[in-house]
């Protein structure tokens, strides 16, 4: 069973940092391609970043650039999400997600498995 367990959230100050992990299992890591996805309260679910299946290859949404690093450790089967200069908008529960092997930014409904979410919530 392919299972994917975020962890790393918590209650941080504006302006301070996180570091959220995604670890896998029941899946060859090295060949999805991984996202993190973040639902704040009363808005839609809305893609973050994606990490290719190397890692060398890294997509942002504007509004994270700059502050969120992706990044992937395939010998470990981890994923992970540093967050930097944290802004009260990024309060949401944070959920990792895999895309088909061979599949580059597809659309969210195409991601296949997804991790039950960890919250971050940012006070200002």
């Known amino acids: 069973q392919v299972q994917l367990v975020e962890s790393g959230g918590g209650l941080v100050q504006a302006g301070g940092s996180l570091r959220l992990s995604c670890a896998a299992s029941g899946l060859t890591f090295s060949r999805y391609p991984m996202a993190w996805f973040r639902q704040a309260p009363g808005k839609e679910r809305e893609f973050v970043a994606a990490c290719k299946w190397s890692g060398g290859s890294t997509y942002y949404i504007d509004s994270v650039k700059g502050r969120f690093t992706i990044s992937r450790d395939n010998a470990k089967n981890t994923l992970y999400l540093q967050m930097n200069s944290l802004k009260p908008e990024d309060t949401a529960v944070y959920y990792c997600?895999?895309?088909?092997?061979?599949?580059?930014?597809?659309?969210?409904?195409?991601?296949?498995?997804w991790g039950q979410g960890t919250q971050v919530t940012v006070s200002s």
């Open positions: 997600a895999t895309a088909p092997p061979g599949r580059w930014l597809p659309g969210e409904n195409e991601y296949d498995y």
